[in-house]
């Protein structure tokens, strides 16, 4: 797989206070990638070492295969565009000012594109309205459309929902969908809201106390999250060869216990397990949200760093 940004083992300290803890993640190239933790885990930490803004304590990260030790970076970094903590916009321009401002920043040789940015986050209809009067969702859709000033093709958003209300977080969701599937361009978001970035991520990072705890693809969460029948039998082998001959989708999870995905009639499968000479002990219904599996990860396992 071909990686934007891979982090190896990173450390930032504060005195004795570690804010990344030999962090370690790898953001797919065309992924849009989740990083997941609650506040004060280290995700404004990464990213702003990640953008340059500051320098990690040891470790060390390649982006776009540069690595971070390499005076070629921030050449690299050229390919980032980004909105960290809040947009920098100026308060008293218009949409357009604040573009040409930006455009002129970078050394952009003209304002063509101008139009096509403000057409592309939805604010080419706003004149001479300054940012001041725009919505929250207004000035951070203002806010990506400068950090697309350079045409990067790696997104960098630190909390974009944060603090937007329904409608302003569903106009940057789909404009964020829209960047990466039309110009295939690579996001990665930092959010403590798990379930709003299930509604966009295609990989994740659970991070806690600087470490990451788990990288996993959206299918994989999705996996782990389904509905399940957590079924406790005498014999998990007669199970396994009972639903093996009904064809139907399980997982045996210990010595005892299986978790079945496909639809038994618990009846029958009692019946027949009895025939077999297996006794069905209990059965539950599972079904873990994506917020109680972050919790069991980063309440249970704290150390476990892939
Ligand atoms: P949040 O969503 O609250 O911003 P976060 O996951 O982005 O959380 P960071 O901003 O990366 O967390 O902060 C990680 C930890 O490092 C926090 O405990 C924070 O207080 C601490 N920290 C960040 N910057 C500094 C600093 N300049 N000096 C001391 N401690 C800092």
Do not use: W
Request: charged share 25%.
């Amino acid at each position: 797989m071909e990686y934007v940004f891979f982090a190896n083992a990173l450390c930032k300290s504060y005195g004795k206070y570690k804010a990344l803890n030999n962090l370690t993640l790898h953001v797919p190239k065309g992924a849009i990638y989740g990083l997941v933790g609650r506040n004060g885990a280290g995700k404004t930490t990464l990213i702003r070492i990640l953008c340059g803004l500051q320098l990690p304590t040891s470790g060390e990260y390649t982006l776009y295969g540069v690595r971070s030790t390499n005076g070629d970076i921030a050449k690299a970094r050229r390919r980032i565009g980004a909105v960290v903590e809040t947009p920098s916009i100026y308060l008293d321009l218009s949409a357009r000012a604040n573009l040409k401002q930006q455009f002129d920043i970078i050394g952009m040789p003209s304002y063509e594109g101008i139009d096509e940015l403000l057409e592309l986050v939805g604010l080419s209809g706003c004149g001479k309205k300054r940012a001041k009067n725009f919505s929250l969702g207004m000035r951070q859709r203002l806010g990506i459309a400068i950090a697309l000033a350079g045409n990067p093709d790696f997104l960098i958003l630190d909390e974009p929902v944060n603090g937007l209300d329904p409608q302003g977080i569903i106009e940057v969701r789909e404009l964020i969908l829209k960047l990466n599937r039309e110009r295939g361009i690579t996001v990665l978001i930092s959010s403590h809201i798990l379930d709003e970035l299930s509604r966009l991520a295609t990989h994740y990072c659970f991070i806690d106390g600087g470490r990451a705890i788990r990288e996993v693809s959206a299918e994989e969460l999705e996996a782990a999250c389904r509905k399940c029948l957590r079924v406790k039998v005498t014999s998990t082998a007669t199970l396994a060869s009972l639903l093996d001959s009904m064809s139907v989708e399980y997982e045996v999870v210990s010595d005892s216990e299986a978790d079945i995905y496909g639809k038994v009639v618990l009846s029958q499968l009692s019946g027949e397990l009895t025939k077999r000479g297996c006794e069905l002990i209990t059965a539950t219904e599972r079904d873990e949200s994506l917020e109680g599996y972050f919790m069991n990860l980063v309440g249970s396992d704290k150390t476990r760093a892939k």
